[in-house]
């Protein structure tokens, strides 16, 4: 068995990254939830898709030249079969230009970091004044722990079993502080799924979950912002 938060996970399992009843259902009704806060692209419009996976922002950001940073080989793949440009990189230290993207997405990748400072530099680094950033990621709480670790990791539609480093989970208000840092304006709001369509994800999973807004940040989280633009734009 891998460690923890071992990327090459999303190697082992690359076979369940399109199946939306299998091991990433839940990254299918986050990235429906994502694409929520995706702004219309203006033509040529860049977005730059922070740990990619097997790609599966692709059908909702059609429209923009996508491009994918990932370390897992085998999702890069599936990603670029998706029609992702892809680009084998760390997300702290990403292989590409300053201010290339109109947009960037980080989903579900700063829970998996140990250096989120680097990664949130990096995140601002690549966006253009102006631009977008769409996220969401976990938060650092006991139930976040219980109900994406201790239980989630054993039902259906929870997180594969030893994804997680619950050391890694993040704090919203650390996550606006750094953005913020960085220039960008980040505003939260929590996720959780609509209770009568996972219930039914339950007996047949048949359906898609849909993933609604809740005042409570202390599981799923989601954000949004903009970079400040230069003072001298
Ligand atoms: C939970 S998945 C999220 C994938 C995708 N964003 C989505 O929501 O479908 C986490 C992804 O992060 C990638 N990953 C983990 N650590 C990384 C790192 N340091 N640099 C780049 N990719 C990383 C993994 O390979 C995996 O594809």
């Known amino acids: 068995m891998r460690p923890r938060n071992d990327y090459r996970q999303y190697d082992d399992l690359a076979a369940e990254w399109w199946r939306t009843d299998g091991e990433f259902a839940a990254l299918h009704w986050l990235a429906d939830a994502r694409a929520r806060l995706v702004p219309e692209p203006d033509p040529g419009a860049v977005a730059v898709d922070v740990a990619c996976g097997g790609g599966l922002m692709a059908p909702h950001l059609r429209g923009y030249r996508h491009v994918g940073v990932d370390l897992s080989h085998m999702s890069l793949q599936l990603a670029r079969d998706h029609g992702v440009e892809v680009v084998r990189g760390d997300v702290t230290a990403l292989p590409l230009a300053d201010e290339c993207a109109d947009l960037v997405v980080a989903g579900e990748i700063f829970e ?122």
């Open 112 to 233: 998996h970091v140990e250096d989120l400072e680097a990664t949130v530099a990096e995140v601002a680094r690549v966006l253009r004044p102006g631009g977008t950033l769409v996220c969401d990621t976990i938060n650092s709480t006991w139930w976040a722990r219980f109900s994406l670790v201790t239980v989630g990791e054993r039902i259906p539609g929870g997180p594969p079993p030893q994804c997680h480093d619950a050391r890694l989970f993040v704090d919203p208000r650390r996550l606006v502080a750094l953005c913020g840092d960085h220039g960008i304006e980040l505003k939260v709001r929590g996720l959780r799924f609509s209770v009568p369509q996972y219930a039914a994800f339950l007996m047949s999973r048949a359906r898609p979950v849909r993933m609604v807004p809740t005042r409570s940040l202390a599981a799923v989280y989601q954000g949004t912002g903009t970079k400040r633009a230069r003072v001298d734009d």
